[in-house]
């Protein structure tokens, strides 16, 4: 019986392929529209990867990564005499306005590292070289930035190129690749020293302490540790990237917006494919009361409709999550719009759809229960 | 005389609740018997479809008996009725009711396939009646590629593949021109009668009356009288 119902279910091209397309739509919408909210969530934490450090160190009030409170160089040191702390790094972050030769102006995020050690330097540099940032007045720039400061994106700014940031002159000495940043600045890396040439003078110019723990050391402790000992608030990279995740969703109109589309990707979803199933299960009322007048139990119709419904939902969420991946790598390519999918995305995705697929299930197993066979009677 | 196949006594049936409730069928005291083939006839709307649905376990009874081979299916379970019929009893519906997505034999096999036999094993029997029927050609079309006749012998093919005492035909040459309708006629006499068998069919068609055995006639929800050969109410030639 199960391999008629299959057969059943292909045995209507059009019909199945309309059935198909119509989850395969829901799993695509609520995937894409997921993962390119996970994306704009990325983006908020981007320094964050950008800067490579496993423990930050940041002012006791700061609420998130992109908005630090000055504190002083001497801070540096209070952390790395901290137990338990392998090293710790100073590190300036800003936006700042960079002057092009031809007159146009940018902002930009401007990361200075510290010198010595280079913690927290960019990890993948394309062009150019890390050890080129300890001559004076040199930048790494990213990809990103290498187009969007030329006036020319086909002729991006390459080694060698020079532009203006306050009046000091900055050589770009490599290009590197980063993670887009949630106000769209392209990174710009240079020393910590150099940064604060650069930076228009205030009385306390440290953004935050890099810091790692000592082998065998947990993070998350070492940071507790920083905490009692300096009376400043230390993150592992994780926690402080949740912080500035939720800061983002509490503080602006951004995540909830997107997280709308979101819902509705899902709402839509759901409503397409229970009313194209539901319509399935309908039209196939007459077959399936004759199978039950010629004595099918409602147990095997039941096993039935699932089968068929939850084939179609597999083969759907399959094309659909397939699409969406496509359309990932599309987009990642071009590094617009953002598109984030991590593996707990499709996990959620294929849950929905096999809700939806119960759904219909049961509401057509329920129109076969009540239905009388002796409708396949009536003309 | 032969041996009750099928009996029914004092069944009420009525559909609807308060002002618009109609009894359809009134006290029906039914009788079949087996090697028979017995039609049921009388106008529109006295109840006879009702009867068959009744007869066939697929509609349960307000009040009174009903016995299929010595079973009271009016005390059965739902779920008893159902195995019942996969069991014992052939459809012919009007429509054929072949499901269109399927090919004959896969159609066919149904029956055979409700009953839990094995694919191969099915498609096997199915195939072998399908011949029985003049439909060995046409194994592996689809219902909608074949005639009505074609299609009504397809469905006989599927009545008659589990084997079941009692078959069941509503109408099975109202859609048929009356060349098809005699073939099917011609073919359920000779296929589908047999002694250990008790066919039943409900028409309005008098041009296959001479093919009955005997001749139940329904009015207004009850029996009203049964032509046999014995008082010569039927004509054979
Ligand atoms: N499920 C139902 N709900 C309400 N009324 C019904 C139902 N089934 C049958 N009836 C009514 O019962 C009466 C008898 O119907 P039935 O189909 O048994 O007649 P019939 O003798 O088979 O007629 P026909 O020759 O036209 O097929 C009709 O008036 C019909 O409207
Ligand atoms: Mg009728």
Known sequence: ?379 | MNEIAVQTSSVCKGFGEGEARTEVLKEVNFEARMGELLMLVGPSGCGKTTLLSVIAGTLGVDRGEVDVFNSSLHALGKRAVTQFRAANIGFIFQQYNLIPTLDCVENVSVPLRIQGQKAAVADKKAAAMLETVGLGKRMHHRPNMLSGGQQQRVAIARALVHDPRLIICDEPTAALDSENGTKVMELLRGVAARPDRCVIVVTHDNRIFKYADRMTHMEDGRIDHTDTKENNALEHN
């Open chain 1, 1 to 379: 019986m199960l391999n008629l119902a299959l057969k059943m279910l292909l045995g209507d091209k059009a019909k199945y392929i309309m059935l198909i397309s119509g989850l395969t739509f829901a799993a695509l919408l609520m995937t894409e529209q997921a993962a390119i909210f996970c994306g704009i969530m990325q983006w908020c934490g981007s320094t964050l990867d950008n800067v490579g450090a496993p423990i930050w160190v940041v002012d006791p009030m700061v609420e998130q990564v992109n908005d630090t409170e000055a504190m002083r160089d001497t801070d540096v040191g209070r952390v790395r005499s901290v137990e338990g702390v392998a090293w710790a790094a100073p590190l300036y972050q800003g936006n700042l306005r960079t002057h092009m030769r031809d007159g146009s102006f940018k902002f930009v995020q401007l990361i200075g590292i510290d010198a010595t050690t280079f913690a927290g330097a960019p990890r993948d540099i394309i062009q150019g070289r890390l050890d080129d940032l300890r001559l004076p007045n040199t930048v790494i720039l990213d990809e990103y930035g290498s187009k969007k400061l030329s006036h020319d994106p086909a002729k991006p700014i390459g080694l060698g190129e020079t532009f203006e940031i306050n009046d000091r002159e900055a050589r770009v000495v490599g290009i590197c690749k980063t993670r887009m940043s949630f106000s769209g600045n392209p990174y710009l890396f240079t020393t910590y020293d150099q940064a604060v040439q650069y930076a228009p003078s205030t009385r306390k110019m440290l953004s935050c302490v890099l810091a790692g723990a000592a082998p065998g050391q947990d993070p998350a402790q070492v940071a507790r540790r920083i905490n009692q000992a300096t009376g400043l608030k230390a993150y592992t990279k994780n926690e402080f990237f949740w912080l500035s995740i939720w800061w983002y969703i509490k503080n602006t109109g951004i995540p909830v917006a997107f997280g709308a589309t979101v819902v509705l990707g899902f709402v839509v979803g759901l409503a397409i494919s229970s009313q194209t199933f539901y319509s399935f299960v309908l039209e196939n009322l007459r077959n399936l009361g004759a199978l039950k007048a010629m004595g099918a139990s409602d147990g095997i119709l039941a096993r039935m409709i699932m089968l068929q419904t939850f084939t179609v939902g597999l083969i759907g969420y399959g094309c659909g999550v397939g699409l969406a991946t496509v359309f990932g790598l599309i987009v990642l390519k071009k590094g617009m719009p953002p598109f984030f999918l991590p593996w707990q995305l499709p996990l959620i995705t294929l849950a929905a759809i096999l809700f939806i697929c119960w759904l219909a299930a049961s509401l057509g197993i329920r129109k076969i229960r009540n239905l009388e066979p002796a409708i396949v009677f009536r003309g």
